[in-house]
């Protein structure tokens, strides 16, 4: 069973930056690939990006348009959304979870664990 934890969600202006992290434990972090979801006020979740068990290989939402980077550190079993250049519409609760498959990292319903999420508030 693997926990995680986000942290560093928070208020930010818009055009400013905030970095998330995700702690993960309980398990081999090196055996899942990691993704970053997000469900704003009266919206689905959706994705936002993935990363593969090595770092090696990422994927990100369109809507990201490069603003985002994602990143783990496999060393301190974490991942992290650094995301830049904020805008309103990214304005929701973001979720970090591990997929213990080889499945579409964009599709929910892969991943196996997940956080109990973050807040993340874009002020205009």
């Known amino acids: 069973q693997v926990q995680l934890v986000e942290s560093g969600g928070g208020l930010a202006q818009v055009g400013g930056s905030l970095r998330l992290s995700c702690a993960a434990s309980?398990?081999?972090?090196?055996?899942?690939?990691m993704g970053w979801f997000r469900q704003a006020p009266g919206k689905e979740r959706e994705f936002v990006s993935s990363i593969s068990r090595n770092g090696g290989i990422t994927f990100y939402a369109d809507f990201v348009q490069g603003r985002f980077t994602v990143s783990r550190d496999n060393a301190k079993n974490t991942v992290s959304l650094q995301m830049n250049n904020l805008e309103p519409e990214d304005t929701a609760v973001y979720y970090c979870a591990a997929e213990s498959g080889y499945g579409d990292y964009r599709r929910q319903h892969n991943y196996d664990f997940w956080g109990q999420g973050t807040q993340v508030t874009v002020s205009s």
């Open positions: 309980g398990g081999t972090f090196t055996h899942y690939a």
